[in-house]
């Protein structure tokens, strides 16, 4: 469609502009945590034992989330509906932060999220730019999040969904089918951080030995590493060094 014949909600919704400054939700703390590299087990030189820290995640944005941001969200929300759903059952909430957008979709409609994405002619999100995985150990039932950085070529605009499952129950459908170059991103995910992608053509380790037990990039897992040894000097592993 030529700019002369886009109504003015077709040319707001290709105006790539970065949403404006707006009241911003307040911030969710999900966890705290003292010490660093392993400190903190009893007398440090360092000093890094009597750090604290806090993580925190965006809250829900209000609307008008500002340039093309609404229209994306009420296309999806039109599908949604005439999928005969509820939008609540499959959007949980959408966070604008830093200028992007993130929509947080539940679990089991992933799929169906991520289809609609890529095949509306009005979206256009063609490539998925891979899975990552987040651990927030604090984060009671909600530990465990998969994130997916989705990029249209036709509007050239990105966006991410997020998804999140508790780590005693840590499966998330695969959307292999959807974009199949997420097949080796999704087994490093599961590798290294535990979220079981259900439907995967072939969930197997990328980084760590098939026998390997535990997720070493979740942030509860030990910082472990090998003890080196100089002629007779031993270097012990990260978080055993700074223990007196």
């Keep these: 469609m030529s700019d002369d014949l886009q109504t003015p909600e077709d040319q707001r919704f290709s105006a790539d502009i970065v ?15 003292s010490g660093l590299f392993g400190t903190g087990f009893g007398t440090d030189t360092t000093g890094f034992d ?6 925190f995640l965006p809250g829900e944005a ?11 969200v009420d296309v999806l929300e039109e599908l949604i509906a005439a999928d005969g759903l ?4 499959v959007i949980e909430k959408v966070v604008v932060d830093r ?6 979709i539940v679990r089991d409609h992933i799929a169906r999220v991520a289809k609609y994405l890529r095949d509306d002619p009005d979206l256009r999100f063609e490539m998925c730019l891979g899975t990552n995985g987040v651990h927030y150990p604090a984060d009671k039932g909600r530990e465990l999040h998969a994130i997916y950085p989705l990029m249209s070529i036709t509007y050239s605009r990105t966006l991410r969904l997020e998804v999140v ?13 959807i974009y199949p170059a997420n097949d080796w991103q999704e087994r490093e995910t599961w590798d290294l951080i535990g979220i079981v992608f259900d439907g995967h053509p072939s969930l197997t380790r990328t980084a760590m030995p098939d026998d390997w037990v535990g997720h070493p990039q979740r942030k509860d897992y030990p910082l472990g590493g090998i003890p080196v040894e100089f002629k007779g000097a031993t270097t012990a592993p990260a978080d055993t060094r700074r223990s007196y």
């Design 165 to 177: 499952c508790p780590d005693a129950d840590p499966h998330i459908p695969s959307i292999v089918g």
């Design 50 to 55: 009597g750090l604290v820290s806090e993580s």
């Design 62 to 72: 209000m609307r008008p989330y500002g340039g093309w941001f609404d229209t994306v």
């Design 99 to 104: 200028g992007e957008l993130t929509i947080f």
């Design 19 to 33: 949403p404006p400054d707006r009241a911003k939700p307040e911030p969710e703390l999900v966890g705290t945590r």
């Design 86 to 89: 509820a939008v609540a059952d």
